[in-house]
T-cell receptor, first 116, second 111 residues
Framework: DTGVSQDPRHKITKRGQNVTFRCDPISEHNRLYWYRQTLGQGPEFLTYFQNEAQLEKSRLLSDRFSAERPKGSFSTLEIQRTEQGDSAMYLC??????????????FGPGTRLTVL | RKEVEQDPGPFNVPEGATVAFNCTYSNSASQSFFWYRQDCRKEPKLLMSVYSSGNEDGRFTAQLNRASQYISLLIRDSKLSDSATYLCVVGKLGGANNLFFGTGTRLTVIP
């Protein structure tokens, strides 16, 4: 399977714990995005990398959230001191960033986070 | 005001019907436009990009009206397998490459 992969698919944690999610983009894609989706809403942008550089962060990304893409390949999203309001589906997407399809983003299956 | 607004539906249509979804976007600087399909508890999947000239892919036709900041999706000869949520999506050119999603329009095709 050469699509975007995410791990874990599900995570249940207690309030106050830290969690980390991983995303592996499509191999030839240099752009990687994180989104969050809650029930009944469309995905909301969190942050974006071009290669290893984090170029944009949403105001939704509080100080408790941090994302990295150290070698320009896979990315991690960490949430510290989780709160119940962090419960959501965390989606990763990647795009080639070139040509007419430069902004066609392909999504992974998501990590569903439940904070108890 | 939201970046992208869609009628959430639900739309319940019989098999074989033609159904149209519309959405509006608020930022005239938007440069890329898409329709994504999302099945229940699955990730969004790109259905089609939307170009100024309009484009068609089988039973699906997408139109863009930049002057009115309006995007449409037409599905002809609906199939049971078309049942899903359809997300209208816009993006901006340049450094801000994130996409803005509507809340989605829920479609159920009834036998």
């Amino acid at each position: 399977d050469t699509g975007v992969s995410q791990d874990p698919r599900h995570k249940i944690t207690k309030r106050g714990q830290n969690v980390t999610f991983r995303c592996d983009p499509i191999s030839e894609h240099n752009r990687l995005y994180w989104y969050r989706q809650t029930l009944g809403q469309g995905p909301e942008f969190l942050t974006y990398f071009q290669n290893e550089a984090q170029l944009e962060k949403s105001r939704l990304l509080s100080d408790r959230f941090s994302a990295e893409r150290p070698k320009g390949s896979f990315s991690t999203l960490e949430i510290q001191r989780t709160e119940q309001g962090d419960s959501a589906m965390y989606l990763c997407a990647s795009s080639s960033g070139s040509g007419r399809a430069y902004n066609e983003q392909f999504f992974g299956p998501g990590t569903r986070l439940t904070v108890l | 005001r939201k970046e992208v607004e869609q009628d959430p539906g639900p739309f319940n249509v019989p098999e074989g019907a033609t159904v149209a979804f519309n959405c509006t976007y608020s930022n005239s600087a938007s440069q890329s436009f898409f329709w994504y399909r999302q099945d229940c508890r699955k990730e969004p999947k790109l259905l089609m990009s939307v170009y100024s000239s309009g484009n068609e892919d089988g039973r699906f036709t997408a139109q863009l009206n930049r002057a009115s900041q309006y995007i449409s999706l037409l599905i002809r000869d609906s199939k049971l397998s078309d049942s899903a949520t359809y997300l209208c999506v816009v993006g901006k050119l340049g450094g801000a490459n994130n996409l803005f999603f509507g809340t989605g329009t829920r479609l159920t095709v009834i036998p």
